[in-house]
């Protein structure tokens, strides 16, 4: 893109979709510095796990076969339309674009950075536009990784951010220059001995080793940042949920907690009661179904339309704030071996500006889900694992922060 407006990101996307023609409202841009795996077309640029939604949706039938999602894009290079294919390959398995300008091939010259800006229009339509900045080519190079990535962020191949336009520029401070200097002390490591059994045992071993000593404080894990472990899956393209936090609702009845599992709780064969039940916005198997509510500013819990509590807006905003304003979000390779399982911490990914109003959106499309989590006891007290909020996969974060980048 010729006489890019660098300015600001905000000036920048304006002259990105100004070039096709269209009522610039809003929108969203993934940068990614490109590897030498990344080109125009063959194999195409990899996509993120994280950003996988910031494209559109490719229908996946089978997790063993390949599938492809073409979709127009605006070429900022050559300014014009171009037709690009998002493509799921099965057996790694990854997700590519393809169909670039050559100009992303482009290895010769240093650094290169692919720019993929999804626009809202005035009109309310989607648009998506690209461009490549090269090292030793393009004399804007520095001015738009600073733009793009703000000038704290050493840049690196595969380095990438996430980030609405209107957010402020990505900063280091000393809380997370802090936790990514122990995180490579900690990957340097190698393979660590899990120092827990079960499921936990990622996140409470990397924890340990930070120093930070369990409890279930509200708020966020390491000097104002919450942590999150997970596996990196290499052998599927499924990923779990993701704890978000633990908020009760405001209940509709004061009601003991053995009475209250009775009332929305189902007995098993030894009569004692149980509710392990995912809520969403669509009535589950026992009649459960969350509202979102936005005259009154709340999402409510219905049972067979009953309401059963209501959660305001303002409480769930606080919970986030407490234990998401700031994010990593640690992946590790997993070995288990002659049952001894072992850890690789291999990345990181900073995450911030989580917003009521995203959050919202995903509980609309079912991609943030309630949990109840009781069971009645021998002496009918009764067992509750809390009540989390939480992603149904992890691949929907940027739909949640508003800026997300890769570190290490």
């Not at 939604?53 to 171009?82: S, W």
């Not at 071996?337 to 995203?358: G, K």
């Not at 919202?360 to 009540?387: A, T, W």
Request: hydrophobic content about 35%.
């Amino acid at each position: 893109m010729k006489n890019r407006q660098l300015d600001s990101l905000l000036s920048y996307c304006q002259g990105l979709v100004s070039l096709a023609g269209n009522p610039f409202h809003g929108g969203v841009v993934f940068a990614k510095v490109l590897t030498k795996n990344d080109d125009s077309g063959r194999h195409g640029v990899l996509i993120p796990a994280e950003v996988y939604e910031f494209f559109p949706t490719i229908d996946i039938q089978n997790l063993r076969v390949n599938a492809t999602k073409k979709f127009e894009g605006f070429d900022g290079v050559v300014h014009r339309n171009q037709l690009l294919a998002y493509k799921y390959y099965q057996r790694y398995p990854e997700r590519r674009i393809t169909g670039l300008n050559s100009a992303f091939s482009d290895r010769e010259h240093g650094l290169r950075v692919g720019v993929f800006f999804r626009a809202s229009h005035k009109d309310e339509t989607v648009g998506f536009y690209t461009d490549v900045i090269r090292q030793g080519i393009d004399s804007e190079f520095d001015a738009l990784c600073s733009v793009l990535f703000g000038n704290s962020l050493s840049l690196d191949e595969g380095t990438f951010i996430f980030r609405t336009i209107d957010s402020p520029t990505f900063q280091f401070d000393d809380a997370l220059a802090d936790l990514t200097a122990r995180f490579d002390e900690i990957h340097s490591k190698g393979w660590i001995d899990s120092l827990r059994s079960g499921d936990t045992g990622i996140g409470y071993t990397f924890e340990t080793l930070l120093g930070i000593k369990e409890n279930n404080d509200k708020c966020a894990d390491f000097r104002g940042i919450e942590i999150k472990c997970k596996q990196i899956k290499e052998s599927s393209n499924r990923c779990g949920k993701i704890n978000l936090f633990q908020q009760a609702p405001t209940w509709a009845e004061k009601l003991s907690a053995l009475e209250r599992l009775q009332r929305i709780g189902q007995q098993n064969e030894h009569g004692h009661y149980r509710c392990h039940s995912q809520v969403t916005t669509m009535k589950n198997n026992i009649g459960l179904r969350l509202n979102t509510d936005k005259p009154f500013e709340r999402i409510d819990l219905l049972q067979n339309e009953i309401s059963l509590g209501f959660w305001p807006f303002s409480n769930l905003e606080q919970r986030l704030q407490e234990k998401h304003s700031r994010a990593v979000f640690i992946k590790a390779k997993v070995s288990n071996v002659s049952e001894r399982q072992r850890f690789q911490y291999e990345e990181l990914v900073y995450c911030e500006r989580p917003s009521i109003q995203q959050f919202n959106e995903l509980v609309d499309n079912r991609k943030i889900v309630f949990e109840f989590m009781m069971s009645e006891q021998e002496n009918k007290k009764v067992r509750n694992h809390g009540y989390p909020w939480r992603l149904s996969n992890e691949n929907y974060l940027n739909q949640l922060f508003s800026l997300q980048v890769k570190l290490r």
